[in-house]
């Protein structure tokens, strides 16, 4: 069973999302770099701009169910060190297309 | 990829640009010379020309006037003026600055080809002076002696001069006073009429014996001989053994039969004392391009040496070293410097009380400050008074745009944002603000350099100096603070707050206690404001219009006069006196310095015209007029000023019953610098100018605070005119001008021959002895050889009479001018200026054909000022461009550019309050406030777009804007304040230059940030109270 994970996350924690898959030996994700959005609820946009300066990156990575709790609790434990700053991620299930 | 972003991510990289900027700063600070001002280049040239005998009127007439007829058709001439005194004509011409002056001096040689034919015979070759720094003595040395003073003239020449001249940097030396030799002849009229001889008989057998004539060569078998005819005269005997004439008896007439050969000193001679002693001075000049004081260094370390080979009683004094002047200067304003950069870093660090963050924010001071070195040393220039102040007053400016990045960054850090996105995102939310108040200084201080003239020299490095140094510093605040920032600050959380001491952390509280009760009292403020606004604009107004009122109690000046412990005296005597008899008037006068001015150093006076060719700024011309300089000890080191000094001078010569006239003048300093008051009255007819100008005279006297009114004419002098009948000459087979110049060479003297001796030429000269040419009766019984042989006094065939002949004769834009000058004590110059006006316009009848023009300091204040308001203008419009598209927007700028009124508000109260004048260098601080005080409201309404564009309403954005950018508009301004506060109070020597600037600043900046700090949100909510601007997120 392989899982779908979409962290969105405010740019100050690139370096540690990066160590937090490195940590978990997942090598299979795809970065997004320089992305605008904006907050679901109470967060700052953050769109890159003078009013704005913040912006988010992500990274999509497909992985096995076990090691996806491994980085939720991971990523739980990074939010926490500054809720402020902005990461959600988002999973659904997936599989890895046969060919 | 943008700037600042690139900074964080390759510190490496940004470190290293800013150790190559230090690296090759420090490199060009440790090569940069030393001097007062930058290189002064005015575009003056002066023609001189020597007409030995000749009283004024005739130098005017027929020398100066024919020289004036031609310079005036050469280009780029702005103003032709000229003087013409006994024996010399000087014609000055001034070009537009900028024009080229080495083609100008081809030009005016060109035309002195053209008029040579037309002047007199005896007018010496013109020479032409191109004046410039240089032309002011760097040292002045005065030698005095007891039993050695006969021979000291000569002994200096050998001992001192000459080994000057190989100093490198000296350009010349040159030597006034003391003795010159020449060899007089002294003709009996008697024993030559007896002998039949006339004066150019023997002028022209004195000359065919003393030569030296090389007639070729020839060969005698292999040898070759030179051919060599060398009847010089070997001693003085063996002048007077020159045969003059063979009798038609065969007898021979020796030169000593009619005449007596004296081996004695020039009759005209200068006098000079110092000290109260007999002396010869030396003043040094330097060579163009050479460094004030490294010349003057060299000189004074070679000459204990030298001072070695002078005999035991010679001693050698330094009356003038401008170099001391020089370092003292720059010392003083070096500490300006390091108190103003303390300042600045403890405003830093109260406001942040963090060491890290002081220490990038301080950063930025060495870093911008470098940069202005490496503009300097690659244009060339010196550090001097004008760059050092320059610097000075950037300083306030360098740290404002890396303590808006810091204190943002520092904001996000506390926030929880990781240092190096806090540095990111802080930089990026001001980034626009920073660039915009960099590009409003720049758009103020720019112009400054488009500047010509004077005020070009002065302010056109003020100028770049402070745009050079503003964008070092914006472009450190973009980079390096960021950078910094990512690499060295922390989260400080307030637990854990390091292992500070117990009064740190009590001190760190207070200061946070108070700037938080600040915080909170300028939000209560803002928002009773708010509420107000009306109120608040029409109290305002009420506040900028009735600063109006306090402009009349403002004087106007040209410069801030500058106390450089100098006193210069003229004092003229009755005319018609020999040199010789004014020496115990000068003694007088010493005494009185001795008696009243413990703070003198070195009193010189002199009197005569000089001898050691015409120095500028050095000696009189006249033979009745004393001129004295004083130098007093160091500003510090007295408690008189130079002003104070002087006036107590000025009333006790008024006790000497012999002086007609004095002037006690404390300027000279700086260069170019006449008298303040200065009016033309131009007219052919001298007499009626001359009325006139004593008129203007009396009524400039009596305006309250005016010294030393005079005219620039001097009293008439007598002279002896003498009137040919014509007729009785034509008979007699005499005609004026043969007759003229056989009278001149009997009583002036003919310069026949040189007599050398031990390598150095000493002329002889021929004329009548003096027992003959002393009455009005010698006079007529000067006798002419008429072509048939007899010997006609003078007497039987012209008229003597006694006139009165006006010693000097200037003129301006080629029209009779007598000038009436006069300083002034305390009085600003619009006051003497309206005063005098009002007098010539009311009180007196100016005939058509006469013009009175302003001149000196009132015409350069009125042209300078002219420029300034234009200057002020262009800025004004200048910031408002850069603003508008920097926001993008029409209106906000106007709504910043409400602070602008305050500014000039607060110049104008604290030029009374400090009793200031107005001065051109105010006049800069009020047009260099336009950049800083619209900085404040940049910031302000900045954060106020950004908080409205994150969606808050526009209270509020304005209410938490005006109290998130309150600390950052202090900090900025209190160091911009601070940096300023040395210049402005400042005592030190040439510290008064630029304390009208400090001060008008100061004024204008703490007058403008209270009110900018309430009614720029006030106004900003008054204009954007109707449409709620609907802002895009992705909108900048």
Same mark, same amino acid.
């Given at each position: ?99 | 990829?943008?700037? +600042? ?14 150790v190559a900027i230090m690296v090759f700063g420090i490199y060009s600070t440790l090569n940069l010379p030393i001097d007062l001002f930058p290189e002064i280049d005015p575009p003056v040239i002066t023609v001189m020309t020597s007409y030995t005998g000749a009283s004024a009127l005739e %130098?005017? &007439? ?17 103003? /032709? ?64 002696? !007891? ?28 030597? &006034? ?46 040898? &070759?001989?030179?051919?060599?005819? !060398? ?69 004074? $370390? ?38 103003a950069i303390i300042f600045v870093v403890l405003v830093v660090w109260i406001f942040l009380r963090r060491w890290r963050a002081t220490f990038i924010v301080a950063l930025t001071i060495p870093v911008s400050l470098i940069a202005a070195f490496i503009y300097l040393a690659l244009t ?18 360098? %740290? ?26 802080? $930089? ?127 004087? $106007? ?211 009548? !002895? ?47 001018? %007598? ?20 007098? /010539? ?18 015409? &350069? ?7 300034? +308001? ?5 800025? /004004? ?150 449409? %709620? ?8």
């Open positions: 069973m392989m899982k779908a994970i979409m962290i969105i996350f405010n740019q100050a924690f690139s370096e540690e999302v990066l160590n937090v898959l490195e940590e978990l030996e997942i090598r299979g994700f795809t970065k997004f770099n320089d992305l605008q959005g904006r907050g679901t609820d109470k967060g700052e946009p953050k769109m890159g701009t003078h009013t704005w300066p913040a912006l988010n990156n992500a990274v999509l990575c497909f992985i096995p169910a076990d090691k996806a709790d491994d980085l939720l609790s991971n990523l739980k434990e990074l939010n926490a060190s500054g809720v402020d700053q902005g990461l959600k991620a988002f999973t659904w299930d997936a599989a890895i297309a046969d060919f | 990829m943008n700037l +600042f972003k690139t900074a964080v991510f390759r510190p490496v990289m940004t470190m290293m640009i800013f %130098v005017e &007439q027929n020398v100066t006037r024919h020289l004036e007829d031609q310079f005036s058709t050469i280009n780029d001439l702005e103003d /032709i003026s000229s003087t013409s005194v006994e024996n010399f004509s000087i014609v000055t011409l001034e070009f537009d600055w900028g024009s080229n002056l080495d083609e100008a001096s081809n030009n005016i040689r060109d035309a002195l080809s053209r008029v040579r034919d037309i002047l007199p015979e005896d007018v010496d070759e013109p020479m032409i002076y191109r004046f410039s720094s240089a032309s002011f003595p760097v040292i002045t040395l005065a030698a005095t002696a !007891d039993e050695s003073y006969p021979g000291l003239r000569k002994i200096l020449d050998n001992e001192i001069v000459t080994p000057l001249n190989r100093v490198p940097g000296v350009g010349t030396v040159n030597i &006034q006073g003391g003795p010159t030799r020449e060899i007089q002849i002294n003709l009996d009229p008697m024993k030559m009429r007896s002998y039949a001889l006339d004066i150019n008989d023997i002028s022209s057998a004195l000359r065919n014996e003393n030569v030296i004539i090389p007639a070729g060569n020839i060969s005698i078998g292999k040898e &070759q001989y030179n051919i060599r005819i !060398d009847t010089e005269f070997r001693s003085i005997e063996d002048i007077g053994r020159v045969v003059v004439k063979n009798t038609e008896q065969g007898g021979i007439v020796y030169l000593t039969d009619i005449a007596s050969v004296d081996d004695a000193v020039d009759e005209d001679m200068r006098i000079e004392m110092v000290n109260g002693q007999n002396a010869i001075t030396l003043t040094v000049q330097k060579q163009n391009r050479a460094n004030t004081v490294e010349v003057a260094r060299s000189v004074l $370390t070679i000459l204990p040496e030298l001072k070695r080979n002078l005999p035991a009683d010679v001693h050698i004094e330094t009356v003038v070293d401008t170099s001391e002047f020089i370092e003292n200067s720059i010392s003083n304003l070096s500490s300006v410097l390091l108190y060339g220039n010196t550090l001097n008074l004008i760059s050092l102040s320059s610097l000075s007053i950037a300083l306030g400016m360098v %740290v404002d745009d890396a303590i808006v990045v810091l204190e943002n960054i520092s904001t996000y850090i506390e926030k929880g944002t990781k240092p190096r996105e806090a540095a990111l995102y802080g $930089t990026g939310e001001v980034g626009v603000a920073v660039m915009a108040t960099t590009l409003t200084v720049v758009a103020v201080f720019f112009p400054l350099t488009l500047l010509t003239g004077m005020t070009g020299i002065w302010f056109g490095q003020l100028g770049m100096i402070v745009v050079v140094t503003v964008v070092v510093s914006t472009f450190a605040a973009l980079t390096l603070v960021p950078m910094l920032s990512s690499k060295l600050l922390k989260l400080e959380t307030a637990g854990i707050s390091r292992k500070k001491t117990n009064f740190g952390r009590k001190l760190d509280n207070g200061i946070e206690n108070i700037l938080t009760k600040l915080d909170l009292k300028y939000k209560s403020i803002l928002n009773w404001a708010l509420i107000r606004k009306k109120w608040v604009v029409i109290v305002s107004f009420v506040l900028f219009i009735g600063s109006f009122f306090l402009i009349p109690l403002v004087g $106007t000046e040209f410069m801030p006069e500058a106390d450089n412990g100098r006193i210069a005296i003229t004092a003229e005597l009755p005319t018609g006196r020999n040199s010789p008899s004014a020496v115990s008037t000068m003694r007088k006068i010493e005494e009185i310095f001795e008696e009243e001015v413990p703070e003198l150093r070195i009193i010189s006076s002199g009197i005569g015209t000089s001898t050691g060719g015409m120095s500028m700024g050095g000696g009189s011309s006249d033979p009745n007029v004393i001129d004295i300089t004083a130098t007093l000890v160091k500003v510090d080191e007295r408690s008189r000023s130079v002003f104070e000094i002087a006036e107590v001078i000025r009333t006790r010569l008024h006790d000497i019953p012999e002086i007609i006239t004095y002037s006690v003048g404390t300027q000279g300093g700086m260069a170019g610098q006449g008298p303040p008051v200065v009016i033309d009255v131009i007219g052919n007819d001298l007499q009626v100018t001359e009325a006139l100008a004593m008129q203007i005279r009396d009524g400039l006297a009596l305006i309250d605070g005016v010294r030393n009114a005079d005219l620039g004419l001097g009293d008439a002098q007598p002279a002896l005119q003498i009137d040919f009948d014509r007729e009785k000459m034509a008979m007699l087979g005499l005609n004026p001008g043969v007759v003229g110049q056989n009278v001149r060479s009997k009583i002036a003297g003919l310069t026949a021959t040189e007599f050398k001796e031990e390598g150095e030429e000493f002329d002889i000269i021929i004329r009548y !002895d003096r027992s003959f040419r002393e009455s009005l009766e010698d006079l007529n019984n000067v006798e002419i050889l008429s072509p048939a042989g007899n010997y006609i006094q003078l007497g039987s065939f012209a008229d003597i009479r006694e006139i009165m002949v006006p010693p000097t004769i200037e003129r301006k834009d080629r029209e009779r001018n %007598v000038q009436v000058t006069a300083d002034l004590l305390g009085t600003p110059l619009n006051v003497v200026f309206d005063e005098i006006s009002d007098y /010539i316009d009311n009180d007196m009848d100016i005939p058509s054909n006469v013009e009175i023009a302003f001149g000196g300091d009132i015409e &350069q204040q009125q042209e300078a000022f002219g420029d300034l +308001f234009l200057l002020l203008g262009l800025s /004004i419009i200048l910031v408002y461009i850069v603003m508008a598209a920097q926001f993008e927007s029409l209106k906000d700028p106007f709504i910043i550019m409400f602070s602008l009124p305050f500014a000039f508000t607060g110049v104008i109260i604290a030029l009374v309050l400090t009793n200031t004048k107005l001065s051109v260098i105010a006049f800069i601080g009020a047009i260099i406030l336009v950049g800083i005080v619209v900085k404040n409201a940049i910031v302000l309404v900045d954060y106020i777009q950004l908080l409205r564009g994150r969606g808050e309403s526009l209270f509020d954005a304005i209410v938490n804007a005006g109290a998130s950018r309150l600390r950052p508009v202090l900090m900025t301004t209190l160091t911009t304040i601070l940096a300023m506060f040395p210049l402005a109070f400042s005592t030190g020597e040439g510290s008064e230059t630029w304390q009208p600037m400090a001060i008008a600043v100061l004024g204008g900046l703490i007058f403008s940030t209270v009110v900018t700090l309430v009614l720029v949100p006030v106004v900003y909510a008054i204009f954007h109270r109707k449409k %709620v601007k609907k802002i895009s997120l992705l909108e900048g």
